[in-house]
């Protein structure tokens, strides 16, 4: 593209989007001279003709620059999205349940579950993150005294709006970059796209680390390179380190293209000490020795001979599958991004005034993130929905360019009178394409719902139930993993538990509550040999009989074994409370991907998601149960 074009400090947002529009193929009314120097008149009156073919001019006006939402406009239509997701999508991650919501409740309640990640000997966690959520729900529940549950929620709601506010940055920056056709389009996908539904509300630093790409890469399409610096370093160190790599492809147009290696080097400097100070200190203190948690899990995910793949392996498709489900074919134009961008500047290349799609990057260095992160996540075994999170709005970025990139093709080789604004004869293009894929993401945000709200809906009961401030055991076996954590426990006189399964994995523990004679030691300092980092089973973790259990959460299925009976068919205990679940090996592909009114019921089959209560409080023998 030539040397970097520089933003001149007078230029407002108003100004560059009505360059790039004039740069994209100008407007009707737009005069030779207004063109080259960049700037038009924003309106120019309509000629039309009367019924005697007489030309004259109306009052009403065509605008040569196209409409976009106002952030403050894109703020509430974004904000109504990440409320709804915080209420509607439940916990699909156990990581999320026991790396951060108990750890969260332990910090905020002083009883939680605690993973071997927390445990001193490992710390792979950072303290420093979880204070930073927990916090504006200890203010909540010090000022309104709510039940737990509200908590959770109102944090939830405090992620969506915190989500909402950082794709508003994004959406300005792709505005400025990009132009006004692609930003509304990348606007229309953050806003219905699956994806965005279900990692939004979620508290896992990949979540977080969407968050501050939002910001990064915004700040990056702002020139704002300082605070792209810093977003960056605060997304790799408190967050997750991994996401330095979308931070790449920034050091290389800061130092390589924009030669501006003094501005890199200090503000490195300066995110690194204000972030990592606080953050080690922290950790240090409720670790009880000197802990550099984003250290020791690089440490443990790349340079130990186990890592991350004790937790299983998934095919090279894994992503693929997941990617469509999420955001439907608009992932497939986002993996052809480039391919179609070089295509489209080649078919166009004596129409267009501008080589690149980008007004200051080329598509190559503007799209790399995205590539960089598909390229080390795709070809690791270990691969999880949660880790593609801080691209999703990339994913979003990319396929509005396509988008845009198609109604361009389709005005140059189709439309012979060109006249008008390509936007004039194609945006019904762009319509229909933002259309079905929002049907499609909302075809799947209602069968994730309608399938799989039960679980959420069953520990909503379990909230529900009277608290006689006299400890009270809620029992789990198979569904150990769905469990929505202690936030939906009615009070900290209840306790969960586990019943042996045919699971042969490490569980969590409570947190030990420090000893008398230690004085000031924390729960959090206390180290226990019943951990390890090699996900091998911990016997201690099982409640000995299910005779010990007031109350049991199962799922009534065909998965039944010795470890795992069917509960709700024994006298010794009663339905307090069901609801549907999704039975996925019964039902349909398609029908339990994709909600079908009318279709969809006649093609999946649902179990009974249960509350059982103990009928009898005595301990009874094995052979009863």
């Known amino acids: 593209m030539g040397g970097p074009r520089q933003r001149g400090p007078g230029r407002s947002l108003k100004d560059l989007k009505r360059e790039i529009n004039a740069r994209n193929g100008g407007g009707e009314g737009v005069s030779g001279?207004?063109?080259?120097?960049?700037?038009?008149?924003?309106?120019?009156?309509?000629?039309?003709?009367?019924?005697?073919?007489?030309?004259?001019?109306?009052?009403?006006?065509?605008?040569?620059?196209?409409?976009?939402?106002?952030?403050?406009?894109?703020?509430?239509?974004?904000?109504?999205?990440?409320?709804?997701?915080?209420?509607?999508?439940?916990i699909s991650d156990c990581d999320e349940t026991f790396n951060y919501w108990e750890p969260a409740h332990h910090l905020l309640y002083g009883q939680g579950l605690q993973t071997w990640e927390y445990d001193p000997r490992f710390a792979l966690r950072s303290y420093l993150y979880l204070l930073v959520h927990a916090i504006?729900?200890?203010?909540?529940?010090?000022?309104?005294?709510?039940?737990?549950?509200?908590?959770?929620?109102?944090?939830?709601?405090?992620?969506?709006?915190?989500?909402?506010?950082?794709?508003?940055?994004?959406?300005?920056?792709?505005?400025?970059?990009?132009?006004?056709?692609?930003?509304?389009?990348?606007?229309?996908?953050?806003?219905?796209?699956a994806g965005m539904f279900i990692s939004s509300t979620a508290f896992l630093p990949s979540t977080t680390s969407m968050y501050l790409t939002l910001l990064s890469i915004g700040a990056w399409f702002h020139q704002q390179y300082k605070l792209a610096i810093f977003f960056t370093a605060l997304s790799t160190f408190l967050s997750w380190p991994f996401a330095a790599l979308i931070g790449l492809p920034i050091a290389v147009d800061i130092v390589l293209l924009k030669k501006q290696v003094r501005l890199f080097t200090t503000w490195c400097l300066i995110s690194?000490?204000?972030?990592?100070?606080?953050?080690?200190?922290?950790?240090?203190y409720y670790y009880g020795r000197p802990v550099f948690a984003s250290l020791n899990i690089v440490w443990y995910n790349v340079f130990t001979s186990h890592g991350p793949d004790l937790y299983g392996t998934e095919p090279p498709e894994f992503y693929l599958i997941n990617g469509i489900l999420n955001f439907n074919f608009v992932f497939i134009l986002a993996l052809f991004v480039l391919p179609i961008q070089t295509g489209a500047r080649y078919l166009l290349k004596s129409e267009l005034a501008s080589p690149g799609t980008g007004f200051f990057l080329s598509d190559t260095l503007s799209q790399s993130p995205m590539y960089l992160w598909l390229l080390v996540f795709w070809t690791t075994p270990h691969k999880e929905e949660r880790f593609l999170f801080p691209i999703y709005p990339l994913i979003c970025l990319a396929g509005?360019?396509?988008?845009?990139?198609?109604?361009?093709?389709f005005y140059f080789l189709f439309v012979k009178v060109k006249s008008r604004h390509f936007l004039h004869h194609t945006t019904w293009l762009g319509v229909l394409a933002i259309s079905v894929s929002?049907?499609?993401?909302?075809?799947?945000?209602?069968?994730?719902?309608?399938?799989?709200?039960?679980?959420?809906?069953?520990?909503?009961?379990?909230?529900?139930?009277?608290?006689?401030?006299?400890?009270?055991?809620?029992c789990v076996g198979?569904?150990?993993?769905?469990?929505?954590?202690?936030?939906f426990l009615p009070s900290t006189s209840f306790k969960?538990?586990?019943?042996?399964?045919?699971?042969?994995?490490?569980?969590?523990?409570?947190?030990?509550?420090?000893?008398?004679?230690?004085?000031?030691?924390?729960?959090?300092?206390?180290?226990?040999?019943?951990?390890?980092?090699?996900?091998?089973?911990?016997?201690?973790?099982?409640?000995?009989h299910a005779g010990k259990c007031h109350f049991l959460v199962d799922l009534e299925d065909t998965a039944v074994?010795?470890?795992?009976?069917?509960?709700?068919?024994?006298?010794?205990?009663?339905?307090?409370?069901?609801?549907?679940?999704?039975?996925p090996s019964a039902s349909h592909p398609l029908f339990r991907a994709l909600y079908v009114p009318w279709l969809s019921r006649r093609f999946t089959k649902y179990n009974r998601y249960l509350l059982l209560r103990r009928v009898s409080p005595r301990r009874i023998t094995p052979s009863e149960d």
Not at 478 to 487: C, H, I, L, N
């Open 136 to 193: 504006p729900g200890w203010v909540y529940a010090k000022l309104v005294q709510p039940n737990p549950m509200l908590v959770f929620y109102f944090l939830r709601c405090l992620f969506g709006f915190v989500c909402a506010l950082c794709e508003v940055y994004f959406y300005r920056g792709v505005l400025c970059e990009f132009g006004a056709n692609v930003g509304r389009l990348c606007l229309a996908l953050l806003v219905f796209s």
């Open 400 to 409: 509005a360019m396509v988008i845009d990139s198609c109604q361009k093709l």
């Open 272 to 284: 690194a000490g204000t972030i990592l100070g606080p953050q080690v200190m922290c950790d240090s």
């Open 478 to 487: 198979k569904e150990w993993y769905r469990y929505q954590s202690s936030f």
């Open 561 to 583: 074994s010795d470890l795992q009976p069917n509960y709700a068919s024994h006298a010794n205990w009663t339905v307090e409370a069901e609801f549907e679940f999704l039975d």
């Open 438 to 474: 929002a049907l499609l993401s909302l075809s799947r945000m209602t069968a994730l719902y309608q399938g799989y709200h039960g679980v959420t809906d069953i520990w909503m009961r379990v909230n529900q139930l009277p608290d006689f401030s006299a400890p009270t055991t809620v």
């Open 496 to 544: 969960i538990a586990f019943l042996k399964s045919d699971f042969r994995g490490q569980l969590p523990k409570y947190y030990s509550k420090p000893h008398q004679n230690t004085p000031g030691l924390l729960s959090t300092q206390i180290s226990h040999s019943d951990f390890n980092d090699l996900n091998m089973e911990e016997t201690s973790r099982y409640i000995n």
């Open 33 to 90: 001279s207004a063109r080259q120097g960049g700037r038009h008149d924003r309106h120019t009156p309509a000629e039309v003709v009367d019924g005697n073919g007489v030309p004259y001019t109306t009052g009403q006006v065509q605008s040569a620059e196209p409409w976009t939402p106002s952030p403050y406009t894109a703020f509430k239509v974004l904000l109504s999205a990440r409320l709804g997701a915080a209420v509607w999508s439940g």
